[in-house]
């Protein structure tokens, strides 16, 4: 994509922004939840020194396959990811994004994700959910008592951690430190928002023309709410 | 995404359908420019026997990471997707999809790739590029004497193959087998396109409904020329 755009004057300095990402995988997690927003930063890190980390249980690659289809036979289309560091020896970041996925109703395939989002939560400055990557984090407890928001298609997972005050209409929620996102899709819109408040309006502007990516800016855009019957 | 919702009845039937996928990936690739397309076609694979082959010059995992920043220090923020198959061990396949990104610029990365599209092409029933993924196949000539677009902000990189017709007003263009995109995220609205096509009309609107993902389903949609001055 170079040569690059030179950056507006309102984008913020690099020593004022938050430069450690981490990203954390569990089989089958959905593709677009994680790849939406990573390369949204993958461009904005051409600007600023971003670093990231793949964080997983064990540093085998990991696959968006989910455990099975609905018939019960299992499907083999799928892309596989490298983990670069496990939970257990994940560097400090900053930021952490959470992608959702079938594989997260699977309980046995998240349980060392939800203690890693318990533990490493104290020390984050901002996390970040895709889809029903917040009923994941949720279940660490981090959201309890906070307005939040997942995928619509399949909301009625978000029930198993009611002491989340879910907020069914919603492209993205902020509440304190923490941003979440309706559906697969959204978690564009939500880095996007994200990079807009943290680096700057015309930053986020500038790499969405690059990507050729029409924002949705409205936290409040949400036709699939009302799509899915919310 | 379960429990999925049902296919609508005009769905085509799985015998009148392309299934077999490969996807072509270098150095450098374009996270997004893969992931978009292929999220939607994981979900499609839930409804269609649909099978991925993921294509590489060697089995090693492929990085995102371009080879050099702008200001020549190298970045470290990238993913590595693993290939499933090299150019040379391939299956046949149906239709190929194929990034762009910064990679493609530095002729010894695509050089194996060029050769693969070259020789497989004959044999596809359909190629789809999305970005800079057809400066890379118009190289292996598939594209000379047709239309085809490219991502709009480094739109001069086609002056490489001036055999081509290069449309540089379009979200997408199809001449004959081949549906080439736009940049990055145009390559999300392609699949559908091509999905509505192939599958159904209900079918493209029905995943992207559980993608969240508001489609462009006009070809001709593309602020993007304007705005890099087309």
């Known amino acids: ?33 994680l790849f939406g927003p990573l390369d949204a930063l993958n461009m904005l890190a051409l600007y600023y020194p ?6 997983a249980e064990t540093l085998e690659p990991v696959s968006t396959i989910p455990p099975s289809k609905p018939d019960g036979n299992p499907t083999t289309f799928g892309q596989s990811i490298v983990p670069t560091h496990t939970f257990v020896n994940a560097p400090p970041i900053d930021v ?26 104290p020390t984050l400055k901002y996390l970040i959910t895709v889809c029903t990557g917040s009923v994941l984090v949720s279940q660490a407890g981090v959201l309890d008592g906070r307005r939040a928001t997942s995928n619509k298609y399949v909301f009625s997972e978000t029930q198993i951690r009611p002491q989340v005050n879910w907020v069914p209409h919603a492209r993205w929620v902020v509440d304190g430190n923490i941003w979440t996102s309706s559906g697969v899709s959204a978690g564009i819109d ?25 924002r949705h800016k ?7 709410a009302e799509k899915f019957g919310l």
């Open 1 to 33: 994509m170079s040569p690059l755009m030179s950056l507006p004057h309102s984008a913020k300095p690099a020593d004022s922004v938050p430069l450690r990402y981490g990203a954390l995988v569990h089989p089958g997690f959905q593709a677009l939840d």
């Open 50 to 55: 971003l670093e990231l980390v793949i964080l």
């Open 96 to 121: 952490l994004i959470v992608p959702g996925g079938v594989g997260n109703r699977i309980p046995e395939n998240i349980a060392a994700a939800i203690s890693f989002v318990a533990k490493v939560y």
């Open 190 to 214: 939500v880095i996007f928002a994200f990079m807009a408040e943290k680096y700057g309006e015309e930053v986020a502007d500038t790499i969405s023309d690059v990507l050729e990516y029409e």
């Open 218 to 224: 409205d936290a409040d855009w949400d036709p699939y």
